[in-house]
């Protein structure tokens, strides 16, 4: 079954922790959090000390997706606020390599991002160490954007080879995704689905995220 991983990036940021219970409680398997610094990308969100605030609200898994300059400088501070999954873009560092050492050493899991400009080659010599590879099917910044389907090669070819190098990565998509490119989406060979404007766009967030889910039954 696939797993779904709302993006709090389209919640009420008034009511960060009833927007977390409401997906919980609407059987999300991630809550996403997308950290943004206005430099990486052109829009700005929050930092470590928000992750923290929200943390006891629930059990969920925090997905923390760094659209930040060199992220080395704040993973540390993303353990210590409780982030289960540390996502780096590799666009985003001179030191990829080091940044999912550090990631692993702080007791994380590692994961790595690509956006849609760039390709899998780009990724392929940190592919053994890290536990999830998102692929961007937008371009990183805003909620709401139109899915990419030309990225979704990517999500085949990364399924191809966790199958022939005995990977362990879960291969997640960000951007655009509804119920009908979920379906895409998971024919491609994704794991885990993220979406903000679909699931917290309309009232009704569990069934949202119940339409996703069977989208995404294969
Ligand atoms: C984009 C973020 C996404 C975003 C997805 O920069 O990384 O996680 O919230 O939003 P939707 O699902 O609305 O495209
Ligand atoms: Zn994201």
Known sequence: MVKIAPSILSADFA??????????AG????????????QFVPNITFGANVV??????????????????????FVDDFIKAGSDIITVHAESTTHLHRVIQQIKQGGA??????NPGTPVAMIEPVLSMV???LIM????????QAFLPEC?????????????????????????????????CVNA????????SYVYGVSDVAGQIAKLKEGGKK
């Open 52 to 73: 923290s605030a929200i943390r006891p609200t629930t059990d969920l898994v925090f997905d923390v997706h760094l659209m930040i300059v060199d992220p080395e400088r």
């Open 131 to 133: 536990d999830l590879v």
């Open 189 to 196: 060979g994704a794991d885990v689905l993220v979406a903000g």
């Open 27 to 38: 059987g999300a398997d991630y809550v996403h959090i997308d950290v943004m610094d206005g």
């Open 152 to 184: 979704l090669d990517k999500v085949s070819e990364l399924a191809v080879l966790r199958e022939k190098y005995d990977y362990h990565y879960e291969i997640e998509v960000d951007g655009g995704v509804d119920d009908k490119t979920a379906v895409a």
């Open 15 to 24: 009511n960060l922790g009833r927007d977390v219970e409401r997906i919980e």
């Open 109 to 114: 899991k590692a994961g790595v991002v690509i």
């Open 137 to 144: 099917t937008v371009n990183p910044g805003f909620g709401g």
